[in-house]
């Protein structure tokens, strides 16, 4: 006997004797609408359990030998059904893109940090440029030196025992802005690489949304069936 509560909670007009009554094509359906629920429900790192609970059901609905036969497409084991595996393949995808999505997130918060770093190193410079004659050279400081070359601003190799001309703290602030803009630049294209996840995320969701849809009319249709 199906364990229905924890099998069939969404489905309460059903009865364990109703759901063992239905033909094998129709358990295949009931099965594969509780399992693509039930991935939705749950995070992919604990898909194992999904699966163990899936098995559990097909067995106790004898479907276990007499089912269709599974297709290991990555994911697990889905039902040779045509909704059900489409439905499967689109959540993969859509948590695929929940992923990235927080990715481009990361990076991009990261990537913010980097030109905040970048900005304060760029007023530090400027302060530290020697004013009056050109000529007139000033030391850097080597710690300041050290946080410019981790921010991958170019310097010399020797810049401990540098003194820098007006020219040379130029050279400095104009590698600091080179670096800036690169990074401003990537920015734009961070930003728009994010905008098209996200496109691409309500799409998939979309999709995922009217497939289930379309799975819980059936689930429906079983419902008044077996409860007439």
Not at 122 to 149: C, N
Not at 202 to 214: D, G, R, T, V, Y
């Amino acid at each position: 006997m199906v364990d229905f509560p924890n099998f069939a909670r969404n489905l309460p007009n059903l009865t364990p004797e109703q759901v063992n009554a239905m033909t094998p094509g129709e358990k295949e359906r009931y099965v594969t609408y509780q399992e693509s629920r039930m991935r939705n429900e749950t995070p992919m790192q604990n898909w194992k359990t999904v699966d163990d609970q899936i098995a559990a059901m097909r067995s106790q609905l004898g479907l276990a030998s007499a089912g269709k036969p599974t297709v290991n497409t990555g994911m697990g084991s889905y039902i040779n059904d045509p909704a059900g595996f489409i439905m499967a393949l689109q959540l993969e995808r859509t948590q695929m893109l929940d992923r990235d999505i927080m990715g481009q997130q990361a990076d991009m918060q990261a990537r913010n940090e980097l030109l905040r770093k970048l900005n304060d190193a760029m007023a530090e410079t400027r302060s530290g440029r020697p004013p009056g004659k050109p000529e007139a050279p000033r030391h850097m400081d080597p710690t300041f030196a050290a946080r410019l070359r981790d921010l991958g601003i170019s310097l010399p190799r020797n810049v401990s025992e540098a003194s820098f001309t007006q020219a040379g703290w130029d050279n400095v602030i104009n590698n600091i802005k080179t670096v800036i803009d690169q990074n401003n630049n990537d920015s734009q294209f961070d930003t728009i690489r994010l905008n098209s996840l996200l496109t691409k995320r309500n799409q998939a969701f979309e999709l995922l949304s009217n497939i289930m849809s379309k799975q819980q009319q059936v689930m429906d249709n079983l419902i008044r069936k077996f409860g007439n």
